[in-house]
């Protein structure tokens, strides 16, 4: 047999069993592993549950891929979902969860935040802990009776939070609080501390006006400063309340 020969006969042979093994992937055969990555607070156990899976052997004609990516992003706490068939057996499951950034105490409710300004229902109370709470966020309600949380407000208090995050992971961490209830200002309040931190506020501009953003990242910067420097003497006194709504000054009121 020429080289030529063999050649050709090993390019159908290879070209014969692609098609057999394309041909079993597409009509059947059985899936034995489901593999699931991405999630943290969310369980395997419930992603296979929401998707209808278990970890039995199931038959690739049960396998609808559409199907099964729709019905785990009924979950509130996933962002997206990703789902593939890797050859010969397996189904990869990849979940993105939404990253709550804090906590929404809404009208008689209790919700999470995220970057994206998205709400969603905690079930797993692990997320809570060192998250700071939004607070006094206006409801409004839809033409069709819906009530929903002021996006506006929601805006300027996840500027705030990712701003001070951004710039100091310890002033962040002292922060338990921040409050719309007031149309004037912005309080912030301390996890070790009651004393009030006035920001400013415009009640009918959005953040996203420059010289307002400009304005709240002032204060913010203000705020770090002083705390950074005057942290431990300011949770020593009985202080009523530091306003740092001022361009380059803090007032501080204290009794003593």
């Known amino acids: 047999m020429t080289a030529r020969k063999i050649i050709l006969t090993v390019i159908l042979v290879a070209a014969a069993t692609t098609a057999v093994l394309s041909f079993k992937w597409r009509s059947g055969g059985d899936l034995t592993k489901i593999t699931v990555t991405g999630n943290y607070t969310v369980q395997r156990e419930e992603i296979l549950r929401a998707a209808r899976l278990d970890d039995?052997?199931?038959?690739?004609?049960?396998?609808?891929?559409?199907?099964?990516?729709?019905?785990?992003l009924k979950n509130p706490e996933v962002k997206k979902v990703y789902v593939s068939k890797e050859m010969p057996s397996e189904l990869k499951i990849e979940i993105l969860e939404r990253r709550p950034i804090a906590i929404l105490n809404g009208e008689n409710e209790i919700r999470l935040v995220d970057e994206?300004?998205?709400?969603?229902?905690?079930?797993?109370?692990?997320?809570?802990?060192?998250?700071?709470?939004?607070?006094?966020?206006?409801?409004?309600?839809?033409?069709?009776?819906?009530?929903?949380?002021?996006?506006?407000?929601?805006?300027?208090?996840?500027?705030?939070?990712?701003?001070?995050?951004?710039?100091?992971?310890?002033?962040?961490?002292?922060?338990?609080?921040?409050?719309?209830?007031?149309?004037?200002?912005?309080?912030?309040?301390?996890?070790?501390?009651?004393s009030p931190f006035?920001?400013?506020?415009?009640y009918h501009e959005s953040i996203s006006n420059i010289d307002y953003r400009n304005e709240v990242t002032g204060s913010?910067?203000?705020?770090?400063?002083?705390?950074?420097?005057?942290?431990?003497?300011?949770?020593?006194?009985?202080?009523?309340?530091?306003?740092?709504?001022?361009?380059?000054?803090?007032?501080?009121?204290?009794?003593?």
């Not at 690739?60 to 199907?67: A, F, G, K, L, T």
């Not at 006035?198 to 415009?202: C, G």
């Not at 705020?223 to 300011?234: A, M, S």
């Open 56 to 72: 039995t052997a199931t038959s690739w004609d049960e396998i609808n891929i559409d199907n099964i990516r729709d019905r785990i």
């Open 116 to 194: 994206e300004l998205e709400t969603f229902p905690f079930r797993n109370s692990s997320k809570m802990y060192d998250l700071p709470v939004i607070s006094g966020v206006r409801i409004e309600q839809s033409p069709k009776g819906a009530k929903n949380y002021n996006r506006e407000d929601l805006r300027l208090a996840v500027f705030m939070i990712l701003n001070i995050y951004s710039t100091s992971k310890m002033i962040y961490n002292n922060v338990s609080e921040v409050n719309l209830s007031d149309s004037t200002m912005a309080v912030v309040y301390l996890s070790e501390d009651s």
């Open 198 to 202: 006035y920001f400013p506020r415009r």
């Open 220 to 256: 913010i910067a203000i705020f770090e400063n002083y705390l950074q420097q005057y942290l431990d003497v300011h949770l020593k006194k009985h202080v009523n309340y530091v306003d740092v709504r001022f361009r380059n000054q803090v007032i501080v009121n204290s009794n003593n």
